[in-house]
Every structure is written in structure tokens, then in C-alpha cells.
């Protein structure tokens, strides 16, 4: 496989778990940080889980630049103003998956923030330039199992994009990661669920005392002919 | 098991699907229509599927007051026009079963149409006379399924309501119905979520070209100590 994936925040734990999904996959991954002292850190880490290394430290610009997928894993609340700070780097035609999603705690209690254009992925997809597109994915998977490379993820994970092309490229790609089904959410205000979902199930999670809740849809193979 | 079930409005698809289910698993089902007639044309039609005849046909208000559980099957534009006309025939103490979800169709695309209060479930609650708790459950399975009785529905419910009692004792009910899972979905708020995830069930069906498409929580269990 010849997969760059470069991760914008990716010292944080659902950062470090896809470093390591993709890591484990094949791909290349620089994982990008405000700060390479942090960025290094955390790739050192990940890199200790694996064979051999696959993870470059960077800073989140140049995680940006040299990669052909970039994952967006900052929280919600600073994924506009670094999205902003690194418009000029994103070259024409590359993809941003966005993994984010807006939750507020109270007591525990986790609430879906909903931002004015819907969700969060809307609301980002309106600060890119233009000729780059948003995939929304990974909005729903536990970051606890995403860190244990002995975990089975055997769940599923919605892909979601107004630009077919770029969904189907992410689909593609999202297919060498074991134990994750990408399953095609169709345009991008699906993420108006999709982004609740991570609430329910952290809501689910909290309930049923675990920290490995995760979703699975069942019956979309088609059925055979009998 | 000596679990009473009421339908109202349980000539349509879902309606007819649930009486099926519940009458597999041994629950008595009285199933109401406005028209004794279109009961009796739908209650013939499921007793035909079973063992020995579980199904009663009624008049809604009638399925109302017999029935420890009753089910509102009615499509939701109906749903609020229905209850109120029924506001008399609830017992204080008893438990209602929403399983509407509000959707708009437009060339064969569904849209969410979000009601004031934030969810289809929410909205009903208020129509209800006090003393009388609304469960949400039933959102999300596929009428298909449930309707055929050879078919293994192998999936889950989710179950929300503000009355932790009633969400219990429907979360028990369930229990009975093979290959169906209650998931204890907390509070009724929840449903501005799971009605959502109806919607994007109806977008996978359609994308995938299924009828079968369903959801399925996986890692609820508690980790083994070991």
C-alpha cells in the first residue's frame, strides 16, 4: 500500500489510536502537533507498539503538506482556529477527514453541542479552501480500543461526504484498516446523526459501565438469490 | 408470560409487524384500528403466521384500556390527533410505547423532520394524561423483518424514557421477543438521536439497495476479570 496519512492534533487519544490503526494498515503516518517536542512524544509511543516504525513526528503544517489523507483530530472546540492556520498548506484536491465531534460534560453527562450549520463537519467544511474535501469518519469508534493494538475493532465506521469522490477514496483507504468496516453514510448532514450517535453511545458506555461500546449495522450485504 | 399487548393504530406495517413479534413470544396482542373491520382484516392476517391465534381485533380505545402495554403504531403525523382522542382510555400507572419517527420524503430521500420539542417521543409525552409514562422504543428495526416470521431479527432496540420504571419494565417486555435486544437508551431526549438514526438507516437501505439494514451495539458486556 502506498498510503500517506497525516494526522493535525494527533498527540491526543483518538489521534495516537488512528496513528496506530493506520500504522498497523501500512500506511505512512506523520503525526503533526503545535509542537514537535509533543509531536515526538507521542509518535515514540506509538511506534513502541509496532514492528518496526511507521510514525514521523511533525508539525501540524508539515503534516498537512506531505500527505495524501489528513486526519483532523483536534477537539471540536479548536478544530476551526487550526483548520484556519493551516489553510495555505492543504494542497488542491487533498482530503481532510474530519473525526470530530461537539460535546459538552455536565456532571458526567455528555450533551451534543449543535453548531449553526448542523453539525460539526458542516460547520468545518465551510473554512476550507476551496478544491478540498471533507470527509466526515471515525466519529463513533472508542478511542480506549483504537490505542490497544490488541483489540478487535469489529465495528463499523461512518463515512459521510458531499463529494462522492472523496468518500470513495477514504472508503478505499479506511478498507486496509483491520476489524473497521467503512460504511457509506451518504452526504455530509447525515452527520447530524452520526455526530449524536458519539453521544448516545458515550451515554451507553456511562449506563452499562464499559468503555468499549461501538456500533455495527447488520443486513447491508445484499441478500442471495435463492 | 402474562403480558398484555395493545396496538394502536396496528394495521400498518410496523403495527402488524410488532403484533407478529409479541404474539411469538407468547404475549396475549390486542390489535386496534378507528374500524373494527381493518383490526379484524390485519389480525387474521397475523394469526394466520402463528401456532394458534394471539390476535385480537379492536377498537383502538379498547386496545388502550385491556392492555398492561400499549403500543402507538399510528404514522406520526397522526400520532398527536390520535392520543388526544384517546386521553380518556388510559389507567393511571400505564405505560406507552412510542415507535414513531417523523420523516419527510422528498424523490425518495428521507429528511428528519425535527418536531419543536426536540423529538417525535418528546412531543407525545406532553399530549399524555398524568400518571401515564411514554417509552420509546421500536425506532429503528426494519418493518420488513419484523413482519416475516422465519426471519431472525438479531439486533438491537434502543429504549429511552424519563420514568425509570416504566424503561425497565418495557426493557424486561422486550426481553421475551426473540433475537430482539433492548438497550437501555436513558433518558427520552435520547430519541432526537435515535429518530435521527431511523432517518439514516432509511438513506443505508436505499444506498446499500436492502431492506434488512439494522443496528447492532457491540461492547456493552463488562470486560471479563481475568
Chains 1, 2 share one sequence.
Not at 30 to 52: M, P, Q, V, W, Y
Not at 62 to 74: E, H, K, N, Q
Not at 112 to 117: A, F, G, M, N, Q
Request: aromatic share 4%; glycine share 8%; charged share 25%.
Amino acid at each position: 500500500m502506498n498510503l500517506s496519512i497525516g494526522l493535525i492534533g494527533g498527540t491526543g487519544d483518538e489521534g495516537r489510536g488512528l496513528a496506530l490503526r493506520w500504522a498497523m494498515a501500512g500506511a505512512r503516518v506523520t503525526l503533526g502537533s503545535r509542537t514537535l517536542e509533543r509531536a515526538a512524544e507521542a509518535s515514540e509511543e506509538i511506534n513502541k507498539l509496532l514492528d518496526e516504525p511507521r510514525v514521523t513526528p511533525a508539525l501540524n503544517r508539515d503534516a498537512v503538506r506531505g500527505s495524501s489523507l489528513v486526519l483532523l483530530t483536534v477537539p471540536f472546540d479548536h478544530a476551526a482556529a487550526t483548520l484556519e492556520s493551516l489553510r495555505e498548506d492543504f494542497e488542491p484536491g487533498s482530503v481532510l477527514i474530519d473525526i470530530t465531534v461537539p460535546v459538552s460534560f455536565d456532571k458526567g453527562r455528555a450533551s451534543y453541542v449543535e453548531p449553526p450549520e448542523g453539525s460539526a463537519s458542516e460547520h468545518l467544511q465551510k473554512l476550507l479552501p476551496s478544491g478540498v474535501s471533507l470527509v466526515a469518519a471515525f466519529k463513533t469508534e472508542p478511542a480506549h480500543l483504537m490505542l490497544d493494538p490488541e483489540a478487535r475493532l469489529d465495528c463499523d465506521t461512518f463515512v459521510s461526504s458531499d463529494s462522492k469522490e472523496a468518500r470513495d477514496r477514504v472508503i478505499e483507504a479506511i478498507r486496509s484498516i483491520e476489524g473497521l468496516r467503512p460504511v457509506d453514510a451518504g452526504p455530509l448532514h447525515n452527520c447530524r446523526t452520526i455526530e449524536r450517535m458519539t453521544v448516545l453511545m458515550i451515554g451507553l458506555n456511562r449506563r452499562y459501565k464499559v468503555r468499549t461500546g461501538r456500533f455495527r449495522v447488520l443486513g447491508l450485504e445484499q441478500p442471495q438469490a435463492g
